[in-house]
């Protein structure tokens, strides 16, 4: 069965400060997608990356970036330079990539609070 | 705004009852997915749909239902309602059936007393 682990529960930061947030994951497949979504308080998803199981290179967009090692199974997101507009629950997921590719597994979230 | 539509946007239902929830997906897109989120299970995949056809199935009490139309439209069916149904539910859409970028509706906001 597949598993997506967010260990921190809550992180809080002061605006300018570099954030990452964890995302362990477990599965049985070869091939899998991983997601990072995030939760503003309004509510409303948004998609923010994904990641083919294939691809290990690191991504940045802006001030967010994305490592992800196969190796331990990990998929973390660094915030550069936080600002109060990032404050949101943010959620990490794994995916099947074959027949069941549209079941997702999400992690419990990091609820990200950054200060002025 | 993701160009996803659900409604109804709240709905305050009694155990017992049933309802439905309908979601239109972005123009263009032929994947529909459904998500549960509740305080005590997070966010649960329930059922993803393409062109159609039922593609995946996630944790979707049997007393839940959902089917996409040929207009590519979405209704999902919750049954024999409980007071642990009461959750926000999620639609999203997406161009492909595999690990495409999804769009996120607003969500309904289910209650049930």
């Known amino acids: 069965a597949q598993k997506v682990t967010q260990a921190q529960t809550e992180i809080s930061v002061v605006e300018k400060e570099d954030v990452t947030l964890d995302c362990v994951y477990e599965t049985r497949d070869t091939t899998y997608y991983l997601f990072w979504y995030k939760q503003p308080p309004s509510g409303e998803l948004v998609f923010l990356i994904r990641r083919n199981s294939f691809d290990e290179q690191n991504e940045i967009s802006g001030r967010y970036s994305w490592n992800f090692q196969k190796s331990t199974s990990s998929f973390n997101f660094t915030i550069t330079a936080s600002q109060v507009v990032d404050s949101a629950v943010y959620f990490c997921a794994l995916s099947e990539a074959d027949t069941n590719a549209g079941k997702s597994t999400f992690g419990d979230g990091t609820t990200l609070t950054v200060k002025p | 705004d993701s160009g996803v539509t659900q409604t109804p946007k709240h709905l305050i239902t009694a155990t017992g009852q049933r309802v439905t929830l309908r979601c239109s997906p972005r123009?263009?897109?032929?994947?529909v997915y459904w998500y549960q989120q509740s305080l005590d299970q997070g966010l649960q995949f329930l059922i993803h749909?393409?062109?159609?056809?039922?593609?995946a199935k996630g944790n979707i009490l049997e007393r839940f239902s959902a089917q996409q139309f040929p207009d590519l439209h979405s209704e999902l069916n919750l049954s024999s309602l409980e007071l642990g149904d009461s959750a926000l539910y999620f639609c999203?859409?997406?161009?492909?059936?595999?690990?495409?970028?999804?769009?996120f509706g607003p969500g309904t906001r289910l209650t049930v007393l």
């Open positions: 999203a859409s997406s161009a492909g059936d595999r690990g495409d970028e999804q769009f």
């Open positions: 123009s263009g897109d032929l994947s």
């Open positions: 749909y393409y062109n159609g056809e039922e593609r």
